[in-house]
């Protein structure tokens, strides 16, 4: 995959570029708005990281110039402005997703996977892990020949774990995307629910599924 | 500080003012004084009055009125004259006409007499007959002004009369009439009484206008000193103000005059000021003290991993211990920031939403977290409860409040095989409020902590052994404040009720009475 850094902290950018290259990714810096904006005309990215304040041409008015010339490649924007207003202001001006600073790079990484993927635009009417089915249009899931009964809320939680299976969704990704919610919960709410599907889905099979990724989050992955 | 103050001395690189040449005799007269320092704009006491604002409307309104007093008069005198002249001239029409009908009737003999007789009178009119060759035949005119008996009509000149000793020329006006065989008659008023008159009214005019611009300048002299006085009194409070005293307020007079009111406001914006000020310096000390001790847990750890690791597996886990750490710090960095947005107001992004389904959401989301806990979440939230505000606040508020009531709501005692106890989270709607409450049947805080515990940072003896900041309490009231609502916290018998008032129609309703 291919990445584009544009971030003005010279310190910050090393480290995430040198990240990405060491999960095989391939990754570019340019340490201002003009020079990021050149970038990403001239080459092909799958994703842009893009920082929101930044010398010469800030973050907002770079992807308003890109969107405008009808380049769609997916933009992670990146802030120290963490508010809710401000991510707003963030999607709003044609970014996918919004992560604030600090962050940690198994976020930033789990983000930029699902980003890169769901530029594929498709969406199955059903998911497929091993032996594990999820039709999305009647709402049934089953392991084998075993039925698995679900309630909405897991079913949802499930389906997003599947779309992305074999990446990693860290809790927050979870909590925007399965709950809608942008906020920290104190405590580790997710994890139980985690452990709730996990003994439906997971706790009568030999091969487990869902896994935890620790210090990131958690993948649904096929074993084979 | 007047607005010429500020442009005595201008910036650097803006061109000087122009000094009008009010300025430039004001800076001759009172020179600027180099002892008196910056404070007082380098000028005397005298010089600092004179720079006043009531000073110089004194002037302009004691110029305005002189000029338009001066007006008036010049009127006045002016008409005055107009009259006198008008009488003079009647008078002396009528005594022509008078006198030329005796002519008529009686010849010149008559006439003569007539006048002669007149002319002998105290105080009388001029007369003066003459031939048709000029000379004087009779009158009581000595000498007269040139070639003013060769034109008939009116005319103002100089003249003597006969009996005047002392033989100084005065001012007439008056008219020439040609009779019929050539003699022309003359009669005429002196005219040094109207002069007279309009000296007087001019003299009394400038006098009364010297005085009052005299009164006027000691007036405005007073005034401007009087102000001036309670002006430099604000100052000096105002200075001690800025060198740090913020307990200092300005003074009132109690006259309820303008500068009252700009110093009861003044004041009230120092109170506000003293509070946030306040505020502020117990976050600093509170931020200090509550991110220096993980700060220093963080150091400590490594250093210690530093000092006796003796591999990568222990190297690793101080690493990832270290992370946790600094995770928590950020947490807890996070929810300082916001609430120190939610008490600035600057969080105020504003919509409708329903607080009912905010309240299931949150039910779903944390039931399973309490049943795992032994405790059971009731959703008591019928119907919607409309509300304006920060949505995403007012979620993270809540989820606080769910969040405590999960940690602290277990009963004393309670084993996981007896009854289960309840956290019953409610949303409706009363009147204007939309009321959010979240009960337990935990130990609940003793009424004398409760105001204790929404502080920044506090956290109760038995609560240290759960993880959290102990910032959850004060960001639900900085939200609920921020809405223009407030937090209850209420006793369950037995446990906590933490009640959520928030206005409906956003944060513009005051806050609900006790």
Known sequence: ???????????AADYIARAFREVGHVADHAADGEEGLALAFEREYDVLVVDRMLPKRDGLSLIGELRGKKVETPVLILSALGQVDDRIKGLRAGGDDYLPKPYSFAELLARVEVLARRRGGREDM?????DLELDRLSHRVSRGTEEIMLQPREFRLLEYLMKHAGQVVTRTMLLENVWDYHFDPQTNVIDVHISRLRSKIDKNFAQPLLHTIRGAGYMVRDPK | MTQSDVAITPPEGLPAAKPTWLRRWRDRLFPADPAIGPQSQGYSAFGKILRTTAFKLTLVYLTVFALFAACLLGYFAWNTRRLITEQITRTVDVEIVWLAGQYEQGGIRRLASIVNARARRPGSSLYLITTFSGDGLTGNIASLGEGVMSRTGWSETIYRRIDDTEGSEHHALVQVFELSGGFRLLVG?????????????????????????????????FVARRVLRRVDAI??????IMAGDLSGRLPVSGADDELDRLGVNLNIMLERIEALMKGFKEVSDNIAHDLKTPLTRLRNRSEEALRTAKGEADYRAALEATIDESDELIRTFNALLMIARAESGSAAHLSDFDAAELVHGLGELYDPLADEKGLILKIDAEGAAQLRGNRELV??????????AIKYGRPVGMTTSGTPAEIVVKARTEGDYVLLSVADNGQGIAEGDRAHVVERFVRLERSRSEP??????????????????ELRLEDNHPGLRAVLILPRGGPHLPTPAE
């Open chain 2, 189 to 221: 008023r002196d005219l040094d009484e109207r002069e007279r008159l309009y000296d007087i009214v001019i003299a009394a005019g400038q006098w009364s206008i010297a005085l009052v611009i005299i009164l006027g300048i000691a007036g405005g002299f």
């Open chain 1, 126 to 130: 059903a998911y497929r892990v091993g």
């Open chain 2, 235 to 240: 100052t000096e409070t105002s200075r001690t």
């Open chain 2, 395 to 404: 979620t993270q508020a809540l989820s606080n409040l769910v969040d405590n």
């Open chain 1, 1 to 11: 995959m291919r990445i584009l850094i544009v971030e003005d902290d010279r310190d």
């Open chain 2, 468 to 485: 959290g900041s102990g910032l959850g309490l004060s960001l639900v009231s900085a939200v609920a404040r921020l809405h223009g609502g």
